[in-house]
């Protein structure tokens, strides 16, 4: 005997097709043939999906015979109405209604058969690729082939390479893994990768704060640098002042999203500190913000992108898990020779170069049996070197722009990592 569908199943086909027409009709409204497709024909289509596929749930015999005829007729269609031209001149060569349909009648299968979220999430999906048509088209011609190849490079070395790698240390010198390396060099280059699409591609980052807060997802030092150069060549974008604060603030929530990637109890432990530091940065960055002058909005200019090369460049991977590698070793070797106090003063020189590796070391064990009060001091310790480091850079290109907030904000920020690191280390 079938067994009977429920009836939010069959609430759930019925909305869901509801919808998927109602979004086909308005989308195709303004154009002059007639499309098969709408608020009436979608639901009908997927109520004969969902019948059919009940006759028959095992082997789908009555279900694909339906699907065939269903295809057959649009194939008549398509073939008919291939050679006419839309509303704007354009031929009638899409894929689009077709596609739709057949997605209607399958709704009715998927709504009675699998979890109602897949239902839900695959219509969805469909009207929000069909009413974006215009904006997808004008991202595509906006997106440069080299920024195609790139990210095809990088889902190549994440879904090809990386279960290829082995989960077991080649080297008794550091625990750490081959596939432990290239993880975490998947897990920074994909936030820095996030956000440098997003300066690159949305216009509201090339301005203002929000090219910052961005900046400061990628790199904290870079963004530093390109507007205390900025505030030396007298830009008039926004506070840069306050910029630099927020980067650096950004940059503490940064580290703690990617250690809980990997270490939930070590980013736990981490979460007061660093949220406290990126609170305290926010804080600064809006006194600086309100205390300093701007320019209107139609005088403001727009500023050079923040970062220049691709954070999924084949070249700047191999650098970073080279850096990766290395700061594990060291890491291994000193905490073994010199104890605590040797692991907080690598912690302090690699500040001053970059901060992730030694970071993600730490969250995945590179110094097995240490305390999380000592990881956490640690990781304190690094990224408020590398405050004194963005200190200087501020201080040496903006002059006598960043001597009064900016390196003085970024200081500030340093000695009170520091005096955590101090109370939490015990240093």
Known sequence: MIAAPSPISVALLLGLSFFLGLAFEDFFARTDPHRPGGIRTFPMVALAGGVLYLFDPTHFIPFTGGLLVLGAWLVIYYREHVREHDGQGEPNVGLVILVLNIHAYLLGAVALALPHWIAVATTVTSVLLLTGREQLHNLARRIELREIITAGQFLVLTGIILPLLPTEPVTTLTSITPRQAWLALVAVCSISYASYLAQRYWPRAERGLWMAALGGLYSSTATTVALARQMKAGSTLGNLQAGITLATGVMYLRILAIVAVFNVPLAYRLALPLCGLSLAAFVICAFQYRHTERPPPDKMQTAEPLMQGNPLALGSAALFSALFVLVSLLSTWVKSEFGVSGLWALAAVVGITDVDPFVLNLAQGGT??????????????????????????????????????????LAFLALAGMALAFLIGGI
């Open 368 to 409: 097995a049996g240490t305390p999380n009060d000592t990881l956490v001091a640690a990781i304190l310790i690094a990224s408020s070197s590398n405050n004194l480091l963005k200190a200087g850079y501020a201080a040496a290109f903006a002059g006598r722009h960043a001597i009064g907030r900016s390196a003085a904000a």
